[in-house]
């Protein structure tokens, strides 16, 4: 098996600060979004709103999943570094693997995520393809 040193987790730590960041302004802007929505909604109760607002409740769960899977994989990769640091080498690829195994979930929450994003688009497209018709 492939020795695991401490600059081995060391390695995910600047991605999943980046993608942590990511997340984060994905949420903010998500949230103005929603709050942009209820109000156009209390004035026009259109379903396209409605529509707009499931798929927007359902990314804020996604992304809130999505941070705590890297939140997870910060901290499984700093215990696994723990690990490293006091010789108990047997615990270190399992504990490691974990946190490469959160990381790679938050990753698909990520890309499911985008899916939904690209789906409400073509919502708000739809809306208005009648018009790009005249």
């Known amino acids: 098996m492939t020795e695991v040193t401490l600059n081995t987790p060391a390695l995910l730590f600047p991605t999943i600060s980046l993608l942590l960041l990511a997340y984060t302004n ?3 802007a998500i949230s103005n ?3 942009a929505l209820h109000s156009q909604y209390k004035t026009e109760q259109s379903t396209i709103i409605i529509s707009q607002i499931n798929i927007l409740k359902r990314r804020i769960f ?3 999943n999505m941070q705590l899977f890297g939140i997870a994989t ?3 990769a700093a215990f696994s570094m723990f690990l490293i640091y006091y010789n108990l080498e047997e615990w270190v690829h399992a504990v490691f ?3 490469l195994i959160s990381m790679l979930i938050s990753l698909a929450l990520c890309s499911i995520e985008v899916y939904l994003s690209n789906k409400a688009l073509l919502i ?3 809306d208005v393809e009648h018009l790009m018709d005249l």
Do not use: D, E
Request: glycine share 6%; aromatic share 12%; no cysteine.
């Open 74 to 76: 910060m901290f499984i």
């Open 26 to 28: 994905r949420y903010i």
């Open 124 to 126: 708000q497209i739809k």
């Open 97 to 99: 693997g974990l946190s």
């Open 62 to 64: 996604l992304i809130r």
């Open 33 to 35: 979004r929603i709050r």
